[in-house]
């Protein structure tokens, strides 16, 4: 089965930083474009990054714009989301998923993982 | 910023038909995704392109979409159906590429 597994989740402070990891596993990692999604306690689903196949491309949300860097290693079949000035608004599990492109006209989110939850707090 | 409107809750009785509503502007000319989520568990795509269900979904969800209202329906609504659903559109490579709508309680 297709499988995602996001790590790196934790407690930091304000101002801080952390790195997520997302290591994906039985399908060509190379083949999809692939975003980050969060959900923040008692609130609904935000998008905030996707990357391109090659990693050649990507996109923020205007939330985290300036401070998240996604990026991506094909070759360890891995996503990762640099997470830098952080605030107590980025506080959410955050989730990976493997997104399919119908283009120009449409993409969804097919495959997600189990999500991997930050804490910014002093 | 674009936004997909959904209504907060929705209550149904088992065995009976859900239905959540998705609207939002030009969501006509743009596929329409579905997703459940509950609580501590990953987000699960259960419809695709307005109408498309992956391999796995029950035949009771189904999608479907009139002008720029999209629908989700849950035929034979069982306990397990009990989840938080969002909508979703691809907005193409601009500023925010996927829009989740504000999400549904379905409540069983």
């Known amino acids: 089965d297709v499988q995602l597994v996001e790590s790196g989740g934790g407690l930091v402070q304000p101002g801080g930083s952390l790195r997520l990891s997302c290591k994906a596993s039985?399908?060509?990692?190379?083949?999809?474009?692939m975003s980050w999604v969060r959900q923040a306690p008692g609130k609904g689903l935000e998008w905030i990054s996707h990357i391109t196949f090659s990693g050649n491309a990507d996109y923020y949300a205007d939330s985290v714009r300036g401070r998240f860097t996604i990026s991506r290693d094909n070759a360890k079949n891995s996503l990762y989301l640099q997470m830098n000035s952080l605030r107590a608004g980025d506080t959410a599990v955050y989730y990976c998923?493997?997104?399919?492109?119908?283009?120009?006209?449409?993409?969804?989110?097919?495959?997600w993982g189990q999500g991997t939850l930050v804490t910014v707090s002093s | 910023s674009y936004v997909l409107t959904q209504p907060p809750s929705v209550s149904v009785a088992p065995g009976q038909t859900a239905r959540i509503t998705c609207g939002g502007n030009?969501?006509?000319?743009?596929?329409v995704h579905w997703y459940q989520k509950k609580p501590g568990q990953a987000p699960v795509l259960v419809v695709y392109?307005?109408?498309d269900r992956p391999s796995g979904i029950p035949d009771r969800f189904s999608g479907s979409k009139s002008g720029n209202t999209a629908t989700l329906t849950i035929s034979r609504v069982e306990a397990g159906d009990e989840a938080d659903y969002y909508c979703?559109?691809?907005?193409?490579?601009?500023?925010?590429?996927?829009?989740f709508g504000t999400g549904t309680t379905v409540t069983v």
């Open positions: 392109d307005d109408a």
């Open positions: 979703q559109v691809w907005s193409g490579r601009t500023e925010l590429l996927y829009v």
């Open positions: 030009n969501v006509g000319m743009k596929g």
């Open positions: 039985e399908f060509t990692f190379s083949d999809f474009e």
């Open positions: 998923a493997r997104t399919t492109l119908l283009s120009p006209a449409t993409s969804w989110l097919d495959c």
